[in-house]
C-alpha cells in the first residue's frame, strides 16, 4: 500500500469523523486491459469530493454523479464498468477492459482508525467484508496475502507490502526514500554517522544508527526487500553489499561508476561471495537517464526498482532494462 492510498484511508476517516457522508470504493476484479489493479480505491464524499482513483477517467465522474444523486447503495454493493465495447468507449477503458468494484458506505471510524494505526507501526493489516450481510472484521496480514473477492467476500490488505534498506542518509537518500514510500516501500534509512540524520524529517521512514552489515542482518532480509548503498564510502557501503548479496533481496544496488564499481568487484571477490552473488550486484545503479543531481539518480533508482519488482520471475525482460550510466561518481 503506497501513501497515496494512506492519503484515501485518512481522508475518508476525517471526513466521516466530521459527519460526512462518505463512500469508500475499491477495485476488486479486473478484466483485460484494466487502467487500474485490484486493491486501488478512491474515498468519496456526498458532495462530489473524492480522493484516489480506481480508472483516472470517466468511471470517477460517474461515481460523482452518483453520491451527488445519492443514489449510492447504503450497504456494501457490487458496481461494474466496461462489460460491452460501447460501455467501455463511454467509461474511457481500454477495449475488453473491465473492472468490478465495491462501493460501500463508512457509517464510522472504527475500522480506519485500527487500520491506520497498523499502516503507521509499519505492520500488514487485512480487512474481510460479507456483502450478503454488511459484516466486517480486521485481522493481521502477511506479505503473500492480497486482495480477494469470491462473489461474496471481499479482503483488502492494507500497509507496506514491500522494503527498501537504504544504507547512507545523503541527499540521494532523502529523495529516494520519499519517492519509495509512495511506492509501496516502507523505508529503512540506515547510517552509523548520526550527524548526517540532523535534517531528516520523514515520518515514513525508519533510521538506523547500526552498522550496515548489521542492518542487513537485523532487518530479516526477505525476498520483498531492495537493498541501495548510497554513502559512495566503501567502507560503508561495502560491509553492507557483503551481506546483502548472500541475502534473499530482490534487488541489490550500490551508487558508482562504472570504473568504481569494477574496482568494487574486485574488492567483494576477496571475500567469501562467489561469481553469481557478485553478479546480483546493480552497479551503476539505477536506469540510464543521464541522471546527475541527487534527485534525479534517486528518480532513476526508484525507476529500476519498480522495473525489477514489476518483472520478477522474467528474466529476459530484467535483462534488457536500460543500464544506468556512468556519472555517478
Known amino acids: 500500500m503506497n501513501a ?22 475499491t477495485v476488486v476484479q479486473t478484466w483485460g486491459s484494466a487502467p487500474r489493479q485490484s486493491g486501488a480505491m478512491l474515498a468519496l464524499r456526498d458532495d462530489g469530493r473524492m480522493v484516489g482513483s480506481v480508472s483516472g477517467g470517466c468511471i470517477e465522474d460517474d461515481l460523482i454523479l452518483r453520491a451527488r444523486a445519492g443514489t449510492l447503495e447504503d450497504a456494501p454493493a457490487r458496481l461494474t464498468y466496461g462489460v460491452t465495447r460501447d460501455e467501455a468507449a463511454r467509461f474511457g ?15 464510522d471510524t472504527q475500522w480506519l482508525d485500527q487500520v491506520l494505526e497498523s499502516i503507521r507501526g509499519h505492520r500488514l493489516i487485512q480487512r474481510t467484508v460479507d456483502l450478503q450481510d454488511g459484516s466486517s472484521s480486521v485481522s493481521p496480514a502477511g506479505p503473500a496475502d492480497g486482495p480477494d473477492f469470491d462473489g461474496r467476500i471481499f479482503r483488502s490488505v492494507y500497509g507496506p507490502r514491500w522494503r527498501l534498506l537504504i544504507i547512507g542518509a545523503n541527499q540521494t ?7 519509495a514510500a509512495t511506492l509501496d516501500f516502507h523505508v529503512t534509512v ?28 537485523e532487518i530479516g532480509t526477505d525476498e ?13 557501503d561495502d560491509m ?33 561471495l562467489d561469481d553469481g552473488q557478485i553478479a546480483r550486484l546493480h552497479g551503476p545503479v539505477g536506469l540510464r537517464i543521464a541522471s546527475k543531481t541527487p534527485a534525479e539518480i534517486a528518480v532513476a533508482i526508484a525507476a529500476e526498482l519498480i522495473w525489477v519488482r514489476n518483472t520478477l520471475g522474467d528474466g529476459e525482460a530484467a535483462r534488457s532494462a536500460p543500464q544506468a550510466s556512468a556519472l555517478q561518481g
Request: aromatic share 6%; net charge neutral; glycine share 6%.
Open 240 to 272: 553492507a553489499l557483503l551481506e546483502a548479496l548472500k541475502s534473499r533481496a530482490f534487488y541489490v544496488g550500490a551508487l558508482g561508476s562504472r570504473a568504481n564499481q569494477h574496482k568494487r568487484r574486485e574488492r567483494l571477490r576477496l571475500f567469501d
Open 173 to 179: 537518500a532523502q529523495v529516494l526514500a520519499n519517492v
Open 93 to 107: 477503458l481500454p477495449c475488453g477492459g473491465t473492472l468490478r468494484l465495491i462501493s460501500e458506505p463508512l457509517r
Open 4 to 25: 497515496l492510498d494512506l492519503d484515501v484511508l485518512q481522508h475518508a476517516r476525517d471526513w466521516v469523523a466530521a459527519g460526512s457522508r462518505v463512500h469508500l470504493v
Open 190 to 217: 540506515c547510517d552509523p554517522r548520526e550527524e548526517f540524520f540532523g535534517d531528516w524529517n520523514l515520518s515514513q521512514t525508519t533510521l538506523l544508527t547500526s552498522m550496515p552489515d548489521d542492518a542487513v542482518l
Open 224 to 236: 520483498r526487500t531492495a537493498i541501495v548503498a548510497v554513502t559512495h564510502d566503501p567502507k560503508l
